[in-house]
Nanobody, 124 residues
Framework: QVQLEESGGGLVQAGGSLRLSCAAS????????VAWFRQRPGKDREFVAG??????????STYYADSTRFTVSRDNAENMVNLQIDSLRPADTAVYFC???????????????WGQGTQVTVSS
């Protein structure tokens, strides 16, 4: 089973950028979709961005909750999926999770494997 580990979180000032990474071990990302979710304090986990896998027939097709500030990409050589976040806002403060599953969905239950998350804190 693919295991996931997020990295790249931290404390950043509003207006700055961060690049989060999701590394896979025990397998490759190729067949399935990889999505990023976040959980803000006191809120439910919510979809941020995703990239589809080969099984969908639309490999590397991306989908977003907000495409203006978020960019998701796949690095097959490194077996990683990255999330670039630009123009960060205090409201982006959250734990960011990557998830892996067969369907390019925005729904939490559709994903089988999850990482432990990486904290992003944006100061005003």
């Amino acid at each position: 089973q693919v295991q996931l580990e997020e990295s790249g979180g931290g404390l950043v000032q509003a207006g700055g950028s961060l690049r989060l990474s999701c590394a896979a071990s025990g397998g490759t990302f190729g067949p399935y979709a990889v999505a990023w979710f976040r959980q803000r304090p006191g809120k439910d986990r919510e979809f941020v961005a995703g990239i589809s896998g080969r099984i969908s027939g639309y490999e590397d097709s991306t989908y977003y909750a907000d495409s203006t500030r978020f960019t998701v990409s796949r690095d097959n050589a490194e077996n990683m999926v990255n999330l670039q976040i630009d123009s960060l806002r205090p409201a982006d403060t959250a734990v960011y999770f990557c998830a892996y599953g067969p369907h390019g969905s925005i729904a939490v239950p559709e994903y089988d494997s999850w990482g432990q998350g990486t904290q992003v804190t944006v100061s005003s």
